[in-house]
T-cell receptor, first 111, second 114 residues
């Protein structure tokens, strides 16, 4: 059974620190992996998408990596700010056309 | 309007009511999706339309009925819902169902069934 897991479910970090969010998946036949942020009661905002042929993508203070062999993706956030507080979700797009989301990591940046 | 819009943003309905959720995308995409987000559960993909044709129905009860009249609009018709159907319903679009498939989401409709 395909699963996407995000651990921890919640994380608190002091402002200014660098941090890493984790996403693991059980099926290595992954096509793409997409990271999103979701603010309370809102929709999902796309952050980064990594295709299976890529190993990482960068946008501003965000860097996402993908390691198919180990079934892992990480989202690195540099110099965290209070405005980064949100829930971060990863979604795997698999070669059998399945789209599987993780439950998310709720991030709180402490001022 | 830009991106993906959804109306209404909030909806309260009784179990015998009939209502519809609307989604519109202004991105020129050809694939549209309905997702359900319940508390403490991952997003669940409900329906997929690709070039106006329904390509996926992930075992969704028949009290949810999707409609896609063109590539820009997607509806979710609701009737005789149950309290456990209360959730955030999210619409998304992508260029097409296959390929890079980067998804863009709307703000969601918060549905409460009383």
């Amino acid at each position: 059974k395909q699963e996407v897991t995000q651990i921890p479910a919640a994380l608190s970090v002091p402002e200014g620190e660098n941090l890493v969010l984790n996403c693991s998946f059980t099926d290595s036949a992954i096509y793409n992996l997409q990271w999103f942020r979701q603010d309370p009661g809102k929709g999902l905002t796309s952050l980064l998408l990594i295709q299976s042929s890529q190993r990482e993508q960068t946008s501003g203070r965000l860097n996402a990596s993908l390691d198919k062999s180990s079934g892992r993706s990480t989202l690195y956030i540099a110099a965290s700010q209070p405005g980064d507080s949100a829930t971060y979700l990863c979604a795997g797009f698999f070669r059998d056309d399945k789209i599987i989301f993780g439950k998310g990591t709720r991030l709180h940046i402490l001022p | 309007e830009t991106g993906v819009t959804q109306t209404p943003r909030h909806l309260v309905m009784g179990m015998t009511n009939k209502k519809s959720l609307k989604c519109e995308q202004h991105l020129g995409h050809n694939a549209m999706y309905w997702y359900k987000q319940s508390a403490k559960k991952p997003l669940e993909l409900m329906f997929v339309y690709n070039f106006k044709e329904q390509t996926e129905n992930n075992s969704v009860p028949s009290r949810f009925s999707p409609e896609c009249p063109n590539s820009s609009h997607l509806f979710l018709h609701l009737h005789t819902l149950q309290p456990e159907d209360s959730a955030l319903y999210l619409c998304a679009s992508s260029e097409a169902r296959q390929g890079v498939n980067e998804q863009y989401f709307g703000p969601g409709t918060r549905l409460t069934v009383t």
